[in-house]
């Protein structure tokens, strides 16, 4: 685009248009990295795919070309993954999302409008950015349009790509979560497997993203303070427990408290412990609401009065039993962990058992030129 360095010129060498095999999507989570490959199927069917915690600090893992080729060495060996070509995202720190309103004047470009809108913006050389955009809204009456705008450092989109290359993988597309998570969940609309509009609730250990999709758009992506991480601590504090010692007892009793068990520390009463959890949560889950119910207007809005039909709750929260449920009676609106795509039989995955919430943005990124959204 005019005056912009787009993430859309970050590719390799093209895929064979009708290969049987997906690029391997590739992303780096909070906390471990997740891996996809995809065999062509209707849908698509997860082939192979891994998700494993890091040896270290992501940030630590990410300055180490050596360590990071060891470790993707065994990921890809462990998931049985074939060949290397990927296709991958920035962590979400390196990227910064805005919400950007502009006119386009006769004989003008929307890449020449943002260009200029966002010179305007940044103040700084746009050539030390690599910028895209994503069309939110094109029409309406005062003329105003709508994008959401993708801003990195130019120092750091290379830097990336380069311990890519060092890993001994062949980058084919390089963009960001949101994207990939439209993308999935265009593609489960298609199929019939989720209503119009769709909420996605992606809570980390830190950060929560809210990305709303309808049919093939994506309508924003938000990020705020909310994560297991400041929970967990919390409940940590309240039980005098260590924080595996928590999470381990979270996971026992979920956000739904019932029964009474026994840990290895005895001096932990369970059963009040339980409602401790509930206490502790309930504030923290009511605060995403908030969230995602401004969220909803939005995209309402957006969408002359679309209803938001359903939330796919993803991220390590998600993995909290009782989740979901919490949010769905909190927002009052179904809120369910989702199953990315279809497995493949020899994989022998019960889906009916784990939803593998981890795997949305990496199957994602794996259906980038694998579907003809690409």
């Not at 991958?88 to 386009?104: F, K």
């Not at 003008?108 to 955009?133: C, N, P, T, W």
């Not at 309240?238 to 979920?254: K, N, Q, S, Y």
């Not at 209803?307 to 709750?313: D, E, T, Y």
């Amino acid at each position: 685009m005019s005056g912009m360095t787009s993430f859309r010129l970050y590719r390799g060498s093209q895929a064979k248009q009708r290969a049987q095999l997906s690029p391997i999507g590739l992303e780096f989570a909070d906390q471990c990295i997740n891996l996809v490959q995809l065999e062509r199927a209707h849908p698509p069917m997860i082939k192979a795919y891994a998700s494993l915690p890091y040896p270290l600090e992501r940030a630590e893992l990410l300055k180490s070309p050596a360590g990071l080729k060891s470790f993707l060495k065994s990921t890809l060996a462990s998931g049985a993954f074939s060949g290397r070509r990927i296709v991958t995202a920035l962590p979400a720190e390196d990227v910064r999302i805005l919400s950007v309103t502009y006119q386009v004047k006769p004989n003008e470009s929307d890449d020449h409008a943002i260009a200029k809108l966002m010179q305007e913006r940044v103040g700084d050389d746009l050539g030390q950015f690599v910028i895209d955009y994503v069309p939110v809204r094109t029409e309406s009456r005062d003329g105003d349009r709508l994008a959401l705008v993708l801003l990195s450092e130019h120092s750091i989109v290379m830097a990336h790509l380069e311990l890519l290359r060092k890993a001994g993988l062949e980058v084919l597309h390089m963009e960001v979560s949101p994207v990939a998570v439209r993308r999935l969940v265009s593609t489960l609309i298609a199929a019939g497997s989720a209503p119009q509009n769709v909420l996605v609730i992606n809570a980390g250990e830190r950060k929560t993203y809210l990305t709303m999709v309808s049919g093939q758009r994506l309508l924003s992506d938000q990020e705020f303070d909310f994560g297991e991480g400041p929970v967990l601590e919390q409940i940590s504090i309240a039980l005098d427990a260590p924080r595996d010692v928590a999470r381990e007892i979270v996971f026992r009793h979920g956000l739904n408290p019932s029964g009474k068990t026994r840990t290895a520390y005895e001096e932990i009463d369970e059963t009040s412990s339980s409602n401790t959890i509930l206490t502790i949560a309930r504030p923290h889950f009511s605060s995403l609401v908030a969230e995602i119910r401004r969220a909803v207007l939005f995209a309402s809005s957006e969408t002359r009065g679309g209803q938001i039909g359903h939330a796919f709750l993803m991220g390590s929260i998600a993995r909290w039993p009782g989740a979901a449920a919490l949010l769905s009676h909190l927002a009052d609106m179904p809120v369910t962990v989702p199953t990315p795509l279809p497995f493949a039989t020899e994989l022998g995955v019960d889906t009916d058992a784990e939803s593998h919430p981890e795997l949305v943005v990496a199957s994602g990124l794996a259906l980038r030129g694998f579907i003809d959204d690409a």
